[in-house]
Antibody, heavy 119, light 106 residues
């Protein structure tokens, strides 16, 4: 069964840093583009970042560009999101998602990890 | 970038048909996907490429398009269908989501 399991969320002060991890299992991780999507509690979904299957290409939402860095370790089947200079508005549930080229959509979502930025 | 607009809420009686729309400039030139999110859970892909269902998704869920509007239709709606529904399409390079529609089964 294909699964994604995020970790690394928690409470951090404004201006602080956090690194999220996402462990993949049940599929050949290195073959797929991966994304991060976030959701403020009670609100809608917002795309954050994506990375190509081999890690060579990345992209970011304007709101996180220059502060967040997406990366992956295909040997460890793990996706990362390094978040620096965190702001209160970054408070959200962060989902790791697998992009399916066959569907042009997200076919697998992790359970999410909650990031709270507050003093 | 572009925006996708959904109604904030839709209500339906059990056994009836619910329709949720998603509109956006040039949406007709893009593929739309639909996701269901129940409280406390992660989203689940319901529809991709406007009209197709992944394996395991009941036939009660269907998608259609007309012009720049995509529509998710749920027939014989059940209480378990009560959830938030999101449409999604691709900008460059971002995934764009609609604001979500809360489906209430009365």
């Amino acid at each position: 069964e294909m699964e994604l399991a995020e970790s690394g969320g928690g409470l951090v002060q404004p201006g602080g840093s956090l690194r999220l991890s996402c462990a993949a299992s049940g599929f050949t991780f290195r073959n797929y583009w991966m994304h991060w999507v976030r959701q403020v509690p009670g609100k809608g979904l917002m795309w954050v970042s994506r990375i190509k299957s081999d890690g060579s290409t990345t992209a970011y939402a304007d709101s996180v560009k220059g502060r967040f860095t997406i990366s992956r370790d295909n040997a460890k089947d793990t996706l990362y999101l390094q978040m620096n200079s965190l702001r209160a508005e970054d408070t959200a549930m962060y989902f790791c998602v697998k992009f399916s080229g066959n569907y042009d959509a997200y076919d697998i979502w992790g359970q999410g990890t909650l990031v709270t930025v507050s003093s | 970038s572009f925006e996708l607009t959904q109604p904030p809420s839709v209500s339906v009686s059990p056994g009836q048909t619910a329709s949720i729309t998603c509109s956006g400039d040039n949406l007709g030139q893009k593929y739309a996907s639909w996701y269901q999110q129940k409280p406390g859970q992660s989203p689940v892909l319901l529809i991709y490429h406007d009209t197709k269902r992944p394996s395991g998704i009941p036939e009660r869920f269907s998608g259609s398009t007309s012009g720049n509007t995509a529509t998710l239709t749920i027939t014989v709606t059940q209480a378990t269908d009560e959830a938030d529904y999101y449409c999604q399409a691709w900008g460059s390079p971002a995934a764009m989501f609609g604001g979500g529609t809360k489906l209430t089964v009365l």
